[in-house]
């Protein structure tokens, strides 16, 4: 067996190995024989291992062979020469994707074995599991993405599975309104993700990192468009990433996210899905050394999501929001390193980060038990000396930030007020009109839909 | 007073003032329906409808269930699977059913048979309900008009089928006078199957037949009915303007107001987890809320833009919480007779944060950060400024209402759509299956005059879904009530005729080998069964785990003291911990190694949420990786690794100060403790309680006991109920050093309680849900009674293990087979694993009381079930002086227990909290459901889910005089049996007799069955099952 087989084995492998999970537990309910919980756990377990020591034997294959970047190709699936489109899949295993992947499947494998006891009898535990295959297999396909295309078929997963995750108690109806807003805001970035792929494809005439990116492996690639396409498909590219990072103007979602059970609010929003954005900035740093004015428009960004993240952690009285704006701080600061044009930091801060937000994210729940016995420890209550910039700013601005930190932002009512409201009213109106016509060509009431009962009559479910 | 305000026109004053006490009073009795439940902290269980415990049991949950729209009995499908599985049974049906019909039940019902009868059927087999297009579907796709339903007899249905059959052939085919009625009812029906073939129908044709028929006839006769029958009872009206815009529009004007209104809450009653205070914090709810809202920026959208105008004109005109709530009140047009129930509905919104402020309010004045008085008026206050503009916002957005906020409720009432008129065929259901099951023929049902119609669908919705859920409850309590005292009383006279174990009556005088004295907990039981079992010779006593040392309490690494007592118990004496005095350096030196790492983990634990402390706690934040893999796929390792380095920091050894030096208790360094006679006086308190006397083994334990756990915010409520929700081991260490104080014993023994010199108490600790047990001061224990203990021991160690794999037959994810030392090791890895959400069940399944001698109860099987409380009757007086002082309490805190667990699983989502899963601690004072919800009070799903919702029934070794005294003299538990949320009944062990207090009267038990299963030991009873077991007597104890 010769160097390239088995780097294609084990690269096949990892990819497989999430996929074969999915389709595992996907066709198992779908003819109706769900797997029981001792299964569904083994399977997982086994799917994660074999994942991780796959990429584990690239990585060791790649510092013995000092092979730097090693694709994958398993062809095109889609090939449509007329329109100059095809549907390349192809992964790469690079010095960025490999620790990416490491932590994907370390971190997820964690879970998975938390998960596989925190949710004992829960009716939903299949669900769960479903969704964690389908965010393993997203996770893993947008790590290795070859070209990006790619990326976006992996990049849809993570937002589906994270968006159902949000609302898995979908008997409430919190969850569910805070579910359907996490998936508009992916809507949004994916919608963003979609036009600066096409963009690309149309300046380069493929998906491909490779062709974009020129010559030389991550982090060295040179771009290979000029600077002004740069800007726009990075701007493009950046609001995708902010959407799913949330950083500002987004971060509204993040803290509403904090619906599931605690595991996917650990591996979903303190470590995995959130970093995202920021992975996908660091694929196409070439892009942003490309033009100036996109680095410092990604440093603008990440600083100030930085900065308001921090602001809305101190005042937050819930643990897991205070995690999920401390999250969002480190982010900000990450993709603010990653527009200072650094590469290795904010890997090893990624990796760093996602490590610790999830250690204490499953911890969560013991927050009192960790109060009480670091005041047993210390002998007294926990106080902090008011910070110093607390003692130098003045009354009314004080109530000022704590008021803009406490609204998170003002971020959500904005964009409800101003982005959504138009949206609904004209969407209202064309409704309207259309209703106009039906009645108009119906010669009277044309909505069924007008006599359905708000709510359905249940006068002895109650009590 | 009234010189004062001569200048001002005195009667508009007056008016003032009494409509604000108006307000106030109707706040403060609103508050009394709020939660109760403290911060979660310190976890204390109790009646969740304790405001409703002046009704009876049956009247209050409904009432209850009303009020905050919740279940009163669980799910009538949950109940008919009990039915099914023989959890109850038919027989307990009709004999709840006669039993509460009482002369009614023979009464006849038009033409259909008793009242009884009718009812029970309905009881027993289930019919269809559902939105009606769920059952029209149900008639248009499924077999429903073809087959029988699979309950109803064959004689039954073979005899409608060969009547109809007849009746067809006569009268349908003929042209006979009684053909026009009938054709005129089921014509249609009739004239849509192939006559010709008649004759060679099968029988499946005549089955399709009979059915079509009988449909036909009950959907007539329910809508001759309904002419005469309103269709929809008056439901109660909600008064909140939402609720009349929610019932309009769909639209939630409570979304608008809960986003501002939660953090708000949360950030005010914050008990130190922010880092930067809410502002103002110090002026008040009221005051901060306007501050906040009205002094920064306008705001950038219209709603945020009222509440910034509406909060700038409160400050600007300066009105108080109770001017502004008055104004609200009237700006929404309540009038002075809704005044109340509008306040009440109003707080109840956000019951659970409006609780939780008004219990820091009024309860926790221990609280870092306590909450001053008024501050639920101020609430409220808030709360309608908000509803109003709330209300106004979403009436003007959705129906366009821009008029005084006053006609609202009005024009809201004319959007209302009209209520479909016809009967819908949900009302035809009940009918068609009861005619169905009772056999009630087509042909008969044809003739019946719309009264007779009237009369059953009258009757059929008398007996109303409720109405039936609660019979079904009792019954199930009957099953449950009926087979405890069924074995209590066989298994008296067993023993008595044939006594095997020890102690035997008749060998009374021999002493067991040593005395064990645990709490009364339910959890103690089978560890209790289990040493006995382990050991003949051994005794068992139970009483409440705080063993009558109430105390304040100090541990030597605690940084503040709490009590350790029932709550309703104020303790005077402060005892802490402290090291021995020769290793005071060493303790010291401990204790600042400690305080470093403490701080230490403070800063870390804060400054990786900061932004410049994040950035390098997060860069080195790939060291996280290893604790966080290890203690998820190792937790017991890691918990061993922990200790041993956590052993470093320990304090050493230690002792209680426990004898005070000054006359007063207090905290101060001479104050603590207490006095020789104060320890004398506890310690007869507690030895007379339980019945030990005279009786002395040389070594005599008490354990205390308590739970521990990760990742689990209702730790508190795992822990000893009689020790306020914390642990009970320093009790049972203080009450065994006092009962060794020879002072204490000489007192004792002038006053005629001779405790033998020979006699040793030791006091540990039982940890439930590792099973551990630990004992404090052995080095204290005399070298003559070493052996003593080494047995006692030896037989813990085996006892520990056999309890715990009794426990794990509880536990899905604990295989059945395993063993006692695998079992054990379960249990250890539950209580350290972070991703356990159930380290044990706590009280899941509470159901029995018992108060008596251990003698009649021993080496019954009573499956984890039973509170146990020892006394002996024969060492009381005559009026049970002792007996009501064991009592007063464990009445009340046993109900406490069964009724919260009670509602909680009847009503998890309203009663309790929920799931555990998406839990999310907020201010360090409770739990939210995920992101943004009310405070939830309460237990959780899988805090309740093996729990039956059975009202505790206390089994009282005593006679009717004496109990009936006590009942009459206490009015706790006299509101709490005579509201029947508790079951009482007294035993006579002479007699082996059980009178059962029904309605205030004494009702002698008979039982059903004399026969007990005996096997051989627990296990062999318990072994390969999951689900709750009948009792057993076991041999071996």
């Not at chain 1, 990796?351 to 210390?378: K, V, W």
């Not at chain 2, 009653?269 to 809202?293: C, I, K, M, N, T």
């Not at chain 2, 509008?342 to 309010?361: H, K, N, Y």
Request: proline share 5%.
């Amino acid at each position: 067996m010769n160097l390239d087989t088995a780097f294609f084995m084990l690269g096949l492998t990892v990819v497989i190995s999430p996929s074969a999970l999915l389709a595992m537990m996907g066709a198992s309910s779908l003819v109706g024989l769900p797997l029981s919980e001792r299964w569904l756990a083994r399977f997982t377990q086994a799917a994660v291992a074999l994942g991780l020591v796959g990429s584990l034997g690239i990585l060791f294959l790649m510092l013995v062979t000092d092979q730097r970047n090693v694709p994958v190709e398993l062809g095109n699936w889609v090939l449509i020469p007329e329109q100059h489109f095809q549907f390349h899949l192809k992964f790469i295993f690079d010095r960025l994707s490999v620790p990416f992947a490491i932590l994907t499947f370390v971190l997820c494998g964690t879970i998975g074995a938390f998960t596989s006891r925190y949710l004992h009898r829960e009716a939903g535990y299949g669900r769960f599991f479903l969704f964690y295959a389908l965010f393993l297999l997203g996770m893993t396909v947008a790590t290795l993405a070859g070209t990006i295309e790619t990326l976006f078929l992996g990049w849809e997963l993570v937002g589906l599975s994270s968006a159902l995750l949000v609302a898995y108690f979908h008997e409430r109806p919190n969850p569910v309104r805070n579910g359907q807003r996490v998936w508009t805001v992916y809507r949004i970035a994916d919608a963003a993700f979609l036009i600066a792929a096409i963009s690309l494809h149309h300046l380069t005439g493929a998906g491909d990192f490779e062709a974009l990116m020129g010559s030389g492996p991550w982090p060295e690639g040179v771009a290979s468009i000029s600077s002004s396409h740069a800007l726009s498909v990075g701007l493009l590219l950046l609001l995708a990433a902010a959407g799913k990072s949330a950083l500002i103007p987004f971060s509204g979602w993040l803290p509403r996210a904090m619906e599931g059970p605690t595991p996917s609010s650990a591996v979903f929003y303190g470590s995995l899905s959130v970093h995202l954005g920021a992975y996908l900035l660091l694929r196409v740093s070439p892009i942003l050394e490309a033009s100036l004015l996109l680095s410092l428009a990604v440093v603008a960004l990440g600083l100030a999501s930085a900065v308001f993240g921090s602001m809305a952690a101190r005042v937050q009285v819930d643990i897991k929001s205070a995690l999920a704006f401390a999250s969002l701080t480190q982010v900000g600061i990450i993709v603010a390193e990653i527009g200072c044009g650094l590469r290795y930091i904010p890997l090893i801060h990624i990796i760093g980060h996602a490590c610790l937000r999830t250690l204490q994210f499953l911890r969560a729940p013991t927050l009192l038990q960790d109060y009480h016995s670091m005041e047993n420890a210390i002998g007294a209550r926990l106080t902090r000396p008011p910070s110093l910039w607390v003692r130098l700013v003045p009354d009314r601005a004080r109530t000022w930030l704590y008021r803009i930190s406490m609204e998170r932002g003002f971020l959500d009512t904005i964009l409800d007020e101003y982005v959504v409201k138009p949206f609904l009213a004209l969407f209202r109106w064309s409704d309207r009109m259309e209703r106009r016509w039906t009645d108009l060509l119906s010669g009277g009431e044309s909505r069924e839909s007008d006599e359905a009962k708000l709510h359905p009559a249940s006068p002895e479910e109650f009590l | 007073m009234a010189l004062k305000i001569a200048d001002e026109p005195v009667t508009g004053d007056v008016g003032v003032h009494s409509q604000h006490a108006a307000v106030l009073h109707a706040v403060k009795h609103a508050a009394h329906l709020l939660p109760s439940q403290g911060p979660i902290t310190v976890f204390v269980h109790h009646n969740t409808l304790h405001a409703f415990e002046d009704l009876d049991f049956e009247k209050g949950v409904e009432a209850g269930g009303r009020l905050y729209a919740c279940h009163a009995y669980l799910t009538e499908e949950k109940y008919r699977q009990m039915l099914s599985r023989g959890r109850i049974r038919v027989a307990d049906l009709e004999a709840v059913l006669i039993d509460d019909l009482a002369d009614e039940a023979a009464l006849f019902v038009a033409l259909f048979g008793t009242r009884y009868a009718l009812r029970l059927a309905m009881m027993q087999f289930p019919f269809l309900t559902g939105p009606d297009e769920e059952l029209r579907w149900m008639i248009a796709e499924t077999d429903a008009l073809r087959r029988f339903r699979p309950e109803v007899e064959p004689s039954i249905r073979d005899q409608m089928i060969n009547e109809t059959r007849k009746w067809v052939l006569r009268d349908l085919q003929e042209n006979t006078t009684a053909r026009k009625p009938a054709i005129d009812v089921v014509g249609d029906v009739w004239e849509q199957f192939d006559r010709r073939s008649i004759e060679s129908w099968s029988d499946q044709a005549w089955e399709t037949l009979v059915l079509n028929f009988l449909w036909r006839v009950c959907e007539r006769g329910v809508r001759l009915a309904y002419e005469q029958l309103p269709l929809r009872e008056a439901q109660q009206e909600s008064r909140r303007h939402r609720d009349a815009l929610m019932r309009v529009t769909g639209e939630d004007a409570d979304i608008l107001v809960h986003d501002v209104l939660i953090p708000f809450c949360a950030a005010y009653v914050d008990q130190g987890f922010a880092d930067w205070e809410l502002p103002d914090r110090h002026d008040g709810f009221y005051a901060s809320f306007l501050q906040l809202y009205g002094n920064s920026f306008a705001s950038p959208t219209r709603w945020m833009g009222k509440l910034h105008g509406e909060a700038r004109r409160l400050l600007d005109s300066g009105q108080g919480p109770l001017e502004s709530i008055e104004e609200s009140l009237g700006l929404l047009g309540v009038n002075q007779t809704e005044r109340d129930e509008f306040i009440a509905q109003s707080l109840l919104a956000l019951r659970g944060w409006a609780g939780m402020i008004w219990q820091l309010e009024t309860e926790a004045e221990w609280a870092p950060w306590p909450v001053p008085e008024g501050c639920l008026i101020e609430y409220l206050a808030i709360r309608l400024i908000l509803d109003r503009l709330a209300v106004a916002q979403v009436a003007q957005e959705a129906i366009g209402f821009n008029g005084p906020l006053s006609d609202l409720r009005a024009e809201a009432a004319r959007h209302a759509r009209m209520q479909a008129s016809n009967p819908s065929d949900g009302r035809v259901f009940p009918v068609f299956h009861l005619a169905q099951v009772r056999g009630w023929k087509p042909e008969d049902l044809q003739h019946l005059s719309q009264e007779h119609w009237v009369t059953l669908v009258r009757e059929i919705n008398e007996f109303s879904a409720l109405e039936r859920r609660r019979v079904f409850h009792l019954a199930f309590e009957r099953k449950y009530r009926n087979e405890i005292l069924d074995a209590v009383i066989a298994h008296a006279k067993s023993r008595r005729a044939d006594p095997v174990g020890d102690p035997k009556p008749t060998r009374k005088s021999t002493v067991p080998d040593y005395q064990i004295v645990c709490c009364i907990d339910d959890r103690e039981e089978s560890f209790r069964r289990h040493l006995e079992e382990c050991d003949p010779r051994c005794e068992t006593f139970g009483v409440a785990g705080f063993f009558g040392t109430a105390m304040y309490y100090k541990g030597v690494a605690d940084a503040h003291f709490k009590p350790l007592c029932p709550v309703a118990v104020k303790p005077l004496h402060y005892v802490v911990e402290e090291p021995l005095f020769s290793m005071q350096a060493d303790a010291d030196f401990r204790a600042g190694a400690r305080r470093r790492l403490g701080h230490a983990t403070h800063q870390a634990h804060y400054r990786s949420r900061t932004f410049l402390g994040g950035v390098i706690t997060t860069l080195a934040g790939s060291l996280a990786a290893f604790p966080l893999v290890a203690r998820i796929l190792f937790p017991r390792l890691t918990a061993r690794i922990r200790r041993w380095a956590g052993g470093m920091v320990r304090p050493p050894m230690t002792q209680l100060r426990l004898e005070r030096l000054d006359p007063e208790p207090g905290q101060s360094n001479g104050q603590l403790g207490y006095s020789i006679d104060e320890m004398a006086n506890i310690v007869e308190g507690v030895l007379l309680a339980i019945g030990l006397k005279g009786r002395w083994s040389r070594l005599v334990a008490f354990l205390g006991h308590g739970s521990s756990s990760l990742n689990n915010p209702h730790e508190s409520a795992y822990n000893c109920g009689a020790c306020s929700g914390s642990r009970g081991g320093p009790n049972a260490r203080a009450f065994a050093q006092m009962a060794n104080d020879f002072r204490v014993r000489t007192r004792l023994a002038q006053r005629g309680l001779t405790i033998p010199e020979d006699t040793v108490f030791v006091g540990g600790y039982h940890d439930t849900a590792t099973d551990s047990v630990t004992f404090a001061d052995l080095d204290r224990l005399p070298v003559s009674h070493r052996n003593d203990f080494l047995r006692l021991s030896a037989t813990i160690a085996e006892v520990r293990a056999r309890n715990a794999h009794e426990r794990c037959r509880r536990f899905v994810s604990a295989r059945l087979d395993l063993s006692p030392l695998d079992a054990l090791r379960h249990v250890e890895g539950r209580a350290e694993d972070l991703s356990q959400a159930r380290p044990e069940y706590n009280h899941a399944t509470n159901a029995l009381c018992l108060v008596g001698r251990r003698e009649w109860s021993r080496g019954l099987f009573l499956d984890r079930r039973a509170f146990m409380s020892s006394y002996d009757p024969s060492q009381d007086d005559i009026r049970g002086t002792i007996l009501e002082g064991i009592l007063r309490p464990v009445i009340p805190v046993c109900a406490g227990i069964s009724l919260e667990y009670y509602f909680s699983t009847v009503d998890v989502e309203g009663y309790g909290c929920g799931s555990k899963l998406p839990h999310n601690i907020t201010s360090l004072v409770g739990v939210m459901s995920g992101a943004a919800s009310d405070l939830k009070p309460g237990l959780s799903a899988q805090m309740t889910e093996i729990h039956e919702a059975l009202r505790i029934l206390f089994l009282v070794e005593t006679t009717p005089e004496v109990i009936a005294r006590i009942i009459r003299e206490n009015e706790q538990i006299s509101r709490l049996v005579d509201g029947n949320w508790v079951q009482l009944a007294v035993f006579d062990a002479d007699t082996s007799t059980i009178h059962r207090y029904v309605d205030g009267e004494f009702v002698k038990h008979e039982p059903e069955s004399h026969e007990l299963p005996q096997v051989a030991s627990s296990f062999d009873w318990y072994r390969g099952r999951r689900d709750n077991l009948g009792v057993a007597e076991i041999s071996s104890s």
